[in-house]
């Protein structure tokens, strides 16, 4: 099977004012593909993440350059923000659900994208909340406040919310940190069975969460990254020494 | 062990001035409370609590008098209305501007500003009032001047400061998590503020309004220079109009009033009383509700 180039980054630099967070990055994240980053803390995982759908414009000072292609188009020359960040959603670290019905946070993205009718906020809500596998679990309450939710139904709501736009990309920052193993289960589960649909992206600090749901995985040090391969033959066999010692516990 | 007792009592001391002064902020609710329920009630009582609260003829010095207060609650809220209906909407709008879209230039403008706002004295806000105010509403929308407008205007400048500071505060506490949420579903950041942190900030923003009305509600100084303090028959009572409140009846009469007619001031002051313990058991049911959330 012979997935296209979702998404390049070809020669990215960025800084954080005098800061050189990313050195030179340069890869291709292939279509329907789970990809995970990998590396120690710091070592920019979050930042490129961020700058995949914009977020970093948020932040002062930051200045990125090289190139970020969105089905070949460049995403900070060729696209409008809101349009590229509905394209390529975003699940974030620590659940965070707006202070609001269950209903109303699935139904708020669309909302925003100009869906008025209340059967096709509905159909989005229930169609949403089902790939994100806790329809059943949630159907009854619609209505109740989200943060009422515990930690990783918040986390499945989050990644609800995100299919709720109709993605074609999602970006996850160490989803299932916060979580216990039973619902860091679902939420793998989860990533492997829509991975169909989606390409995805996952930052983890898990490394047999890596092997166990990705096809390719990146590592970075220190801005950069060392080594970007499918995922079972840099577990399996390193090509760089680095990369060694990292997965081996050897690093430090 | 010197240094020990020493120790122990620093502590013992503390503690009794900690206490004493929890004790000062208590005797003082209660000794005004005692003042208000034993000269203000028993007028009450004498005078007949529907004659004073639903008779809206006020004449205390005729023969026999009567002392009804009802055009003086219905002049409270209405300048209170009119200056929540001024000062809210632009309060909010300053705070969501202040927290959200102000360019850290602006900023260092404004927000003295408003603090200075909070420290102008009643009094200077009244002068300007009765300096500026009036004449301007008198000449472009009629009748006197000191009316209800008028009043309604001065409120609601004086309530801006407390709506401000207390709404960008609140919307500044809104976690940083729920705009990246919203931003990252492709919203917009007016999208994002309008439709996910106000409405998240909303007990914050509640809290500040309650606070304002307790403010416009108990103002006097101010209300006395600019609103005529005419007692207006309820049915005639207009925006262009002179109005008096529960406040200003009671600092308008005060220095000449005697007996029965001094006694009913008082017992209007228990009623204003009543309505600020009214606006705090709401300011601590949105504190309770929003603790539970
Ligand atoms: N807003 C910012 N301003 C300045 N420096 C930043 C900012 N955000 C991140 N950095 C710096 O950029 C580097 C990369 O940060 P990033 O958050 O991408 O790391 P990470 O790999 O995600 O780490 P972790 O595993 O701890 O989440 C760090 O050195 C960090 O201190
Ligand atoms: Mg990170």
Redesign the pocket.
């Known amino acids: 099977m012979i997935n296209n180039d979702k998404i390049k980054i070809e020669n990215v630099n960025l800084y ?2 005098e ?1 050189h ?1 990313l050195k030179n990055i340069n890869m291709n994240v292939k279509e329907k593909e789970i990809t995970a980053f990998i ?10 993440l961020k700058s995949l759908n914009r977020m970093n414009d948020l ?1 002062e000072g930051v200045k990125i350059n090289g190139k970020m292609l969105l089905d070949g188009i460049d995403i900070y020359k060729d696209m409008d923000p809101t349009m590229l960040r509905k394209r390529v959603g975003m699940v974030f670290q620590k659940p965070n659900p707006f202070p609001m019905s269950i209903y109303e946070n699935v139904a708020y993205g669309p909302k925003t994208h100009g869906v008025k009718s209340k059967s096709k906020l509905d159909e989005i809500v229930e169609q949403s909340l089902r790939s994100a596998a806790m329809w059943d679990e949630v159907k009854d309450r619609l209505k109740k406040s989200a943060l009422g939710l515990s930690g990783g139904q918040q986390q499945r709501l989050c990644i609800a919310r995100a299919f709720s736009v109709n993605p074609e990309v999602i970006l996850l920052d ?1 989803p299932t940190s916060a979580l216990d193993p039973i619902s860091t289960m679902k939420i793998e589960d989860l990533l492997v069975d829509i991975k169909k649909n989606y390409t995805i992206i996952i ?1 983890t ?1 898990n490394m047999q969460q890596a092997t166990r749901i990705s096809d390719k995985t990146g590592f ?1 040090l220190h ?1 950069e990254v060392v080594e970007f391969d499918e995922t079972e033959k840099l577990f399996s066999m390193p090509k760089n020494k680095k990369t060694e010692d990292y997965i081996t516990g050897r690093f430090g | 062990m010197e240094s020990t007792r020493k120790s122990h009592f620093n502590e013992k001391f503390m503690q009794a001035i900690f206490f004493l002064s929890a004790l000062a902020s208590v005797i003082a609710v209660v000794a005004i409370c005692l003042f208000l329920l034993i000269r203000g009630v028993p007028a009450i009582g004498e005078i007949g609590f529907m004659k004073f609260i639903f008779n809206e003829s006020w004449k205390p010095t005729n023969t026999p008098p009567s002392y009804g207060i009802l055009s003086m609650i219905v002049g409270s809220l209405y300048v209170t209305g009119g200056a929540i209906a001024i000062g809210v909407p632009v309060g909010l709008m300053c705070a969501i501007f202040l927290a959200e879209f102000c360019p850290p230039a602006v900023y260092k403008i404004v927000k003295p500003a408003v603090n200075l706002l909070a420290g102008i004295p009643s009094i200077i806000y009244g002068f300007f009032g009765m300096e500026i105010v009036v004449p301007y509403v008198r000449e472009y929308f009629g009748g006197n001047g000191f009316s209800v407008l008028s009043a309604s205007l001065i409120l609601g400048i004086m309530i801006l400061p407390t709506i401000i500071s207390i709404s960008e505060s609140s919307i500044r506490a809104i976690p940083y998590s729920y705009k990246e949420g919203s931003l990252g579903l492709g919203a917009t950041k007016e999208e994002t503020v309008f439709k996910v942190i106000v409405p998240a900030a909303k007990s914050g923003i509640l809290t500040s309004i309650i606070l304002g009305v307790g403010r416009a509600v108990g103002e006097t100084m101010a209300v006395v220079m600019v609103a005529g303090n005419a007692v207006m028959p309820i049915d005639k009572i207009r925006l262009l109009k002179p109005i008096r409140t529960l406040t200003t009846n009671i600092v308008t009469e005060m220095s000449y009033a005697s007996g029965l007619h001094e006694s009913s001031l008082i017992a209007t002051g228990v009623v204003l009383f009543v309505f600020i313990i009214i606006l705090n058991t709401a300011l601590s049911l949105i504190k309770a509700k929003s603790l539970r959330n």
Not at chain 1, 39 to 48: A, E, Q, V, Y
């Open positions: 954080y004012g800061f967070a590396g120690p803390s710091g070592c920019g995982k979050s930042t490129l932040i160490e930052v600090h970075f801005g």
